[in-house]
């Protein structure tokens, strides 16, 4: 896999986007106008939260619809409460903010992936603590993920008493952006990263999700992972169609042995991996291929599922 190939299939190839409009300070405004002074906390010791949110056009052609937007705000508001982060908009006026910047930027041949952020402009160590919404959104190709080569990362997830990994921020991307380099380095699309007890925690941006001997597999979050709304869907897609789904620690080895493994997220929604550090994974996937039917035609409407709430916009 080439440099480039990489860089496309993943996240970092958003940041080359630059779209017309973004919404801050309570409106959609010209994209170089969303600018934050050099003295803010969001800038001096990186003070956000955020969440990334999928739009997806319906089967229909005619309705866009973005996926569990109440489950991303409510863990938008988790993250800020851990932060101590006052929470400047509600649920409503966060989902209009939201459906008028999409409105603003999006056409018929691309989804979209929306950044939800609370960037802290006002305030010192805690005291006088004001943030500010700010909305990016940028196209993204409608095709499902192709497979990509991961590695593991020599790069550690912190801790629940360190960076605890259930805050979305974005310090907690700084061993990401580590494992990220480091993978580029060695031909990978993404990374695992492992815990403190040297078990699989996560990938850079996204849940691991394994089989073996027929049932789906995934550390639990105390392994230090995020709160994945995706992994949720899939727990109970998998119920709907009596495939086992279990939480429990998982061995680095365990992941060589596996029979199917996907990256799962808003972004990588059910990413099937191909090889994992010099381990190749068997090339059918038939277990998680049947989630990933029935994941496709809920967020496209085609085939709606309850696991999945889709907001028309
Ligand atoms: N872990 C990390 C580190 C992530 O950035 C993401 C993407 N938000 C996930 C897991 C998956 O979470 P979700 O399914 O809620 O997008």
């Known amino acids: 896999m080439t440099t480039e190939t990489i860089a496309q299939n993943s996240l970092s190839a958003l940041g080359l986007q630059q779209p017309a409009w973004v919404y801050c300070r309570g409106d959609i405004r010209p994209w170089e106008e969303a600018t934050l002074h050099i003295s803010c906390e969001a ?44 929470i400047p908009v509600s649920f409503v006026a966060f989902q209009d903010a939201c459906s008028r910047l999409v409105r603003a930027l999006y056409r018929p041949d691309q989804d979209m992936w929306i950044r939800a952020t609370l960037y802290v402009i006002e305030g010192h160590w805690g005291v006088g603590t004001v943030a500010d919404l700010v909305l990016t959104a940028y196209h993204q190709p409608k095709r499902p993920p192709a497979p990509i080569k991961v590695g593991v990362s020599t790069w550690q997830r912190p801790s629940d008493i360190s960076v605890p990994p259930r805050i979305k921020t974005s310090t907690n991307y700084q061993v990401a952006r580590l494992a990220r380099i480091e993978g580029r380095s060695r031909g990978f ?10 078990r699989v925690a996560e990938s850079t941006g996204a849940c691991v999700l394994l089989v073996r001997d027929g049932a789906v597999i995934t550390p639990p979050a105390y392994e ?19 495939i086992p789904f279990i939480e429990r620690p998982v061995d680095r080895t365990e992941l060589y042995l596996s029979d199917e493994i996907r990256l799962v997220g808003t972004l990588a929604e059910l990413t099937p991996v191909s090889q994992i550090d ?36």
């Open 189 to 198: 699309a993404d990374m695992i990263l492992l815990n403190q007890f040297g």
């Open 278 to 313: 010099e381990y190749q994974l068997p090339t059918s996937s038939p277990i998680t291929d049947s989630i990933a039917t029935k994941f496709w035609g809920a967020v496209r409407g085609s085939a709606p599922h309850p696991a999945i709430d889709v907001t028309f916009i």
């Open 43 to 86: 800038v001096t010791r990186g003070l956000n939260v955020f969440e990334g949110l999928k739009g997806y056009w319906q089967a229909d052609g005619t309705q866009f619809g973005i996926v569990a937007i109440r489950r991303h705000y409510e863990r938008l508001t988790h993250s800020a409460k851990l932060l101590h982060i006052p």
């Open 224 to 242: 230090g992972r995020l709160e994945s709304i995706t992994l949720g869907i899939v727990r109970d897609i998998c119920h709907s169609i009596s």
